[in-house]
């Protein structure tokens, strides 16, 4: 059941270049389930995420929360939590112990409902100041 990493896409293995930028190279890779689940979790899920959140709450700071910022954190926001969940869960099988695939898969899901309830309290925030 368990496998184990799959190599970069520059190198042989199931993912193929498709002749897409390499960005989106990058994102298929991540997207099909080819990497390894500590990059997608820790690199791209942690990393990412805190140096976003970071970011947003800067702004939040130095401008106030308002709709603008608001619209601008959907829009970067949704689809990277849409690339990294989807991506988490499919690399969740690329490693040695199968238990690590439980529990990513299982923050997948805590991290899914965290980002529901942070986007309402996020709205309810601005709609009543």
């Known amino acids: 059941m368990a496998t184990t990493a799959h190599p970069e896409p520059s ?38 995420s805190w140096i976003l959140f970071g970011a947003f709450a800067g702004l939040a700071n130095l401008i106030g929360l308002n709709w603008g910022l608001f619209l601008l ?32 898969r299982f923050l997948t899901v805590i991290w899914a409902l965290n980002i529901g309830v942070a986007a309402g309290l996020l709205l309810l925030e601005i709609a009543l100041p």
């Open 73 to 104: 954190a959907t829009i970067v926001m949704v689809p990277y939590s849409a690339w990294i969940l989807v991506s988490v869960w499919l690399c969740a099988d690329n490693v040695t112990n199968v238990l690590w695939s439980y529990v990513a």
């Open 11 to 48: 190198q042989a293995s199931g993912h193929r270049p498709t002749g897409r930028s390499g960005l989106l190279d990058f994102l298929g890779y991540y997207a099909e389930g080819h990497a390894p689940l500590w990059k997608a979790f820790w690199l791209w899920g942690v990393v990412l």
